[in-house]
């Protein structure tokens, strides 16, 4: 069972209660046994929040495995509805729960009958589906139900805002910098005269979802979540949405005039409050040599130091991508290889990265990522919170580009990963995660990183090699800067030879064989 070792992306209930706990005023109600509430430590202890996070569990016991849930799960409805006074009561099972196959919605028919408040059922298969897929659902069946309501109100009729305006989808808790890149977008519209109409989920309220169609266009920030909700609004309201991701110099440039396309279609011939053409490069220009300093530092001599140098990328589609064009077209950096853990999303991620990178890995295994990192030997990483530990075993510095993570990749201080702000982000991150020439030769002086030592070339296997005292008080000696190295082929020989110490003269064989 995957659930017994590391996870890129949790179960399905996770996504649901990710959306629900974003939006204002709403209660989700897990239907899960003690072991699936997690949820709410989860994001308590990671999420810079003060308010408490509004989901209860409805416990699966021995008296719902021999009575039945429907008395306690609408009794748990109810309670929750006098008591907080949400605008909407989400239901969840999870994948523990669902083996019950119980009716729950008959259980939210009957519950909305006592309810003030609008009682949904999560509609997600929890079998079939991860964490983000869910929340990507969950989102969309809020805003259709939302909107199919106002429809049903005769006097409802959405007028297009008299300014050039946007929704920005898919922001939540518990992303990667979500926060940040949601204030850095917002600093770039407005800078541009575009206007925010509505920002979900996160700090949205679900009574206001029916004025998403009042707005020009829609942005996806993030691939992953957002994206069919963007496609409903589209079916249901021609709503044309932003594909470009805003991450690096050249994508923010793609995505500011992606959008000013979209805005000139919408307005009309007279309308003058759309930017010209001229306008939006003369920004773009601006905001590329003064607000941001990745132009003129990819081109400095700090830059041109890392030119050539091999890296590993590895994260969710998005920000695996987006790195893997930054690195490679604005850096100068060798991408030896990039994946993803989204396998839903393996064509565009291919699509995004092709001609960008040596090899392309898309699994949601971590060991097959630690064994690549392994062969390819690269100088840095750029990964999750998952490659940052097999950066560590492998005394090879590792930068942080996506969730999963821990709560340092939480920040309060103001650190985006959007725009312009963003790319000074990206840059500082990118030219901090490798260790430098200097950097070297100071390690060699104070002894070395504090890192565990590794006896294997693949992380997902044992082969038994250790080292004798010699063999190590030799391997010490070498240089820092190639030791590692040196350590990976010598324990390769090893094993080669059926050798299961390596002493000095198995060291000594090991040099000889590879001719140095």
């Given at each position: 069972?995957?659930?017994?070792?590391?996870?890129?992306?949790?179960?399905?209930?996770?996504?649901?209660?990710?959306?629900?706990?974003?939006?204002?005023?709403?209660?989700?109600?897990?239907?899960?046994?003690?072991?699936?509430?997690?949820?709410?430590?989860?994001?308590?202890?990671?999420?810079?929040?003060?308010?408490?996070?509004?989901?209860?569990?409805?416990?699966?016991?021995?008296?719902?495995?021999?009575?039945?849930?429907?008395?306690?799960?609408?009794?748990?409805?109810?309670?929750?509805?006098?008591?907080?006074?949400?605008?909407?009561?989400?239901?969840?099972?999870?994948?523990?729960?669902?083996?019950?196959?119980e009716d729950l919605q008959n259980f939210v028919n009957r519950a909305s009958l006592e309810s003030e408040a609008d009682v949904l059922l999560a509609d997600v298969n929890h079998y079939r589906v991860n964490e983000l897929q869910a929340a990507d659902r969950t989102l969309e069946q809020v805003v259709r139900f939302y909107i199919e309501k106002a429809k049903k109100d005769l006097a409802w009729s959405p007028q297009k805002t008299k300014k050039p305006s946007v929704n920005i989808l898919g922001m939540f808790t518990l992303g990667f910098h979500n926060h940040h890149d949601t204030r850095e977008l917002q600093r770039l519209l407005t800078a541009l005269g575009i206007e925010v109409n509505l920002v979900i989920p996160e700090g949205g309220l679900v009574t206001e979802l029916h004025r998403l169609p009042s707005a020009w266009v829609n942005i996806l920030p993030y691939r992953e979540v957002g994206l069919m909700t963007a496609e409903y609004l589209k079916e249901a309201w021609a709503m044309p949405y932003t594909q470009t991701i805003p991450m690096g110099l050249v994508d923010t440039a793609g995505f500011i005039r992606e959008l000013f396309g979209y805005l000139r279609e919408c307005a009309f011939e007279t309308d003058t409050s759309v930017l010209s053409v001229e306008a939006v490069e003369a920004f773009i220009d601006s905001q590329t040599r003064f607000i941001s300093q990745a132009a003129w530092f990819s081109r400095s001599i700090d830059c041109q130091n890392l030119t050539g140098k091999k890296v590993v990328v590895f994260g969710d589609a998005t920000h695996a991508a987006a790195m893997t064009k930054i690195l490679s077209r604005e850096m100068g950096?060798?991408?030896?290889?990039?994946?993803?853990?989204?396998?839903?999303?393996?064509?565009?991620?291919?699509?995004?990265?092709?001609?960008?990178?040596?090899?392309?890995?898309?699994?949601?295994?971590?060991?097959?990522?630690?064994?690549?990192?392994?062969?390819?030997?690269?100088?840095?990483?750029?990964?999750?919170?998952?490659?940052?530990?097999?950066?560590?075993?492998?005394?090879?510095?590792?930068?942080?580009?996506?969730?999963?993570?821990?709560?340092?990749?939480?920040?309060?201080?103001?650190?985006?990963?959007?725009?312009?702000?963003?790319?000074?982000q990206i840059a500082d991150l990118v030219y901090n995660s490798f260790t430098l020439g200097m950097e070297d030769h100071l390690l060699e002086i104070f002894g070395g990183h504090d890192t565990k030592e590794v006896i294997s070339k693949e992380l997902s296997s044992e082969n038994g090699v250790a080292w004798a005292a010699d063999g190590l008080a030799e391997l010490q000696k070498v240089p820092g800067f190639v030791r590692g190295k040196i350590k990976r082929n010598t324990e390769k020989f090893a094993k080669e030879q059926g050798v299961t110490r390596i002493t000095l003269d198995v060291m000594y064989a090991a040099k000889e064989a590879a001719g140095a």
């Open positions: 069972m995957k659930l017994c070792y590391w996870m890129y992306a949790g179960p399905a209930h996770i996504g649901t209660l990710r959306v629900a706990s974003s939006f204002k005023n709403v209660h989700a109600i897990m239907h899960a046994p003690l072991g699936d509430d997690y949820f709410n430590v989860m994001r308590s202890m990671l999420e810079r929040e003060r308010d408490f996070t509004p989901v209860t569990a409805s416990i699966v016991d021995r008296h719902v495995l021999a009575r039945g849930s429907q008395e306690k799960v609408v009794e748990n409805i109810t309670r929750k509805d006098k008591e907080d006074r949400p605008d909407l009561i989400l239901l969840t099972p999870t994948c523990t729960s669902s083996i019950l196959q950096i060798r991408v030896s290889c990039a994946g993803t853990y989204c396998k839903h999303e393996s064509n565009w991620f291919r699509e995004q990265v092709y001609g960008c990178c040596d090899e392309i890995l898309v699994t949601d295994d971590h060991t097959q990522v630690g064994d690549v990192i392994a062969r390819v030997e690269p100088a840095a990483i750029f990964g999750t919170q998952m490659e940052r530990h097999i950066g560590k075993r492998l005394d090879i510095p590792c930068g942080v580009i996506s969730a999963p993570v821990h709560i340092q990749n939480f920040p309060l201080s103001f650190r985006p990963f959007l725009g312009y702000e963003g790319t000074n």
